[in-house]
T-cell receptor, first 114, second 113 residues
Framework: DGGITQSPKYLFRKEGQNVTLSCEQN?????MYWYRQDPGQGLRLIYY???????QKGDIAEGYSVSREKKESFPLTVTSAQKNPTAFYLC?????????????FGDGTRLSIL | GDSVTQMEGPVTLSEEAFLTINCTYT??????LFWYVQYPGEGLQLLLK?????DKGSNKGFEATYRKETTSFHLEKGSVQVSDSAVYFC????????????FGRGTSLIVHP
């Protein structure tokens, strides 16, 4: 079955360390997204990409970076500049930019500070 | 800009009670509307959708009707179960070259036996 795979499920970051969250999809979707979710909060958009080798900042991009070298993959790096990285991170995809389609979500990565 | 407003939670119900979670939206065009459900520790799953006015989306006993005149898409279920306990998100998506979906803040539902 097609879907989105996020790994790892749990991740711990040390002070001053960069960590990378993986997101892979086999749905042949053009668009991919990263969201941050804090306890009791909604979704906040970090970055999105609607085509390979192109991506845009969302509402809270500071302290994060992404790449989109392959259609299937959209890894998120949480850099040491992100001072409050503890959160639940969700990756999503949708078929094509500009269409009124639902998003498909992965099962998330929970990031904590050591 | 576009926005989605959901009722504040948590909504606490007894098993077999009737559920309504209110959702209203503002949009410049003619969006598609969605309800997603998030179980603890998981990602969001699409629960139902409606793509035009007066459409009714339904799934697993949940229903929502796209009301253009009141810009609403309220989620309802006639008899909730403990297993329905989750967070529910209302969302909209419009056409447009770089359009990003808009989500509500989510409503937590707790169902007691």
């Amino acid at each position: 079955d097609g879907g989105i795979t996020q790994s790892p499920k749990y991740l711990f970051r040390k002070e001053g360390q960069n960590v990378t969250l993986s997101c892979e999809q086999n749905l042949n979707h053009d668009a991919m997204y990263w969201y941050r979710q804090d306890p009791g909060q909604g979704l906040r958009l970090i970055y999105y990409s609607q085509i390979v080798n192109d991506f845009q900042k969302g509402d809270i991009a500071e302290g994060y970076s992404v790449s989109r070298e392959k259609k299937e993959s959209f890894p998120l790096t949480v850099t040491s500049a992100q001072k409050n990285p503890t959160a639940f991170y969700l990756c999503a995809s949708s078929p094509r930019r500009g269409e009124r389609q639902p998003q498909h979500f992965g099962d998330g990565t929970r990031l904590s500070i050591l | 800009g576009d926005s989605v407003t959901q009722m504040e939670g948590p909504v606490t119900l007894s098993e077999e009670a009737f559920l309504t979670i209110n959702c209203t939206y503002t949009a410049t065009g003619y969006p598609s509307l969605f309800w997603y459900v998030q179980y603890p520790g998981e990602g969001l799953q699409l629960l139902l959708k409606a793509t035009k006015a007066d459409d009714k989306g339904s799934n697993k006993g949940f229903e929502a009707t796209y009301r253009k005149e009141t810009t609403s898409f309220h989620l309802e279920k006639g008899s909730v179960q403990v297993s329905d306990s989750a967070v529910y998100f209302c969302a909209l998506s419009e056409t447009g070259g770089s359009y990003i979906p808009t989500f509500g803040r989510g409503t937590s539902l707790i169902v007691h036996p």
